[in-house]
């Protein structure tokens, strides 16, 4: 990730955050005047748009995976053994989020906005900052991608 600073004239700002975000995965825009007031300061975080082949779509990344019933019964078991205040590592974590994300794409495809949608998201939010604080990219997509990272090394 780096931090990209443009100055410009205020009448290109969109134009030039338009063109950054179409070669590279941005953060928000945080916009101020120069000095002399006369042009725009534009600051954003940015990285690298991954290759295509790094995120895999959904049927990729669970092909082979357990079955629902057995994931939610693997993180039932691991939560039933863990002690109280127990650290659960990025194993459950990945693996939570991963159940989640499963079972937020059998919602109805209508419902992009329902209750497992945003379980789903936040879930695979609290991975990614686990992971690699300040990582821009689809946190659902990054739970796929490590999902399907972990099991291709196992």
């Known amino acids: 990730m780096f931090e990209i600073r443009v100055i410009c004239d205020p009448a290109d700002a969109d134009r030039v955050t338009t063109a950054l975000a ?38 990729q990344a669970y092909a082979s995976a357990p079955s629902i019933n057995s994931e939610i019964g693997w993180t039932a078991r691991f939560l039933a053994d863990a ?48 992971d690699q604080p300040g990582v821009i990219c689809d946190p659902r997509a990054y739970v796929r991608q490590q999902y399907a990272r972990t099991l291709a090394d196992q």
């Open 83 to 130: 002690e109280c205040f127990t650290e659960l590592g990025r194993e459950f974590y990945l693996r939570k989020a991963a159940l989640l994300d499963r079972i937020a794409l059998l919602d109805d495809p209508g419902h992009a906005d329902g209750d497992a949608t945003e379980t789903a998201y936040a879930a695979a939010v609290f991975l990614l900052d686990i």
């Open 22 to 59: 179409a070669a590279f995965t941005t953060g928000d825009v945080r916009r101020y005047p120069t000095r002399d007031g006369k042009r725009a300061r534009l600051y954003l975080t940015a990285d690298n748009r991954p290759a295509p082949e790094d995120w895999p779509t959904p049927e």
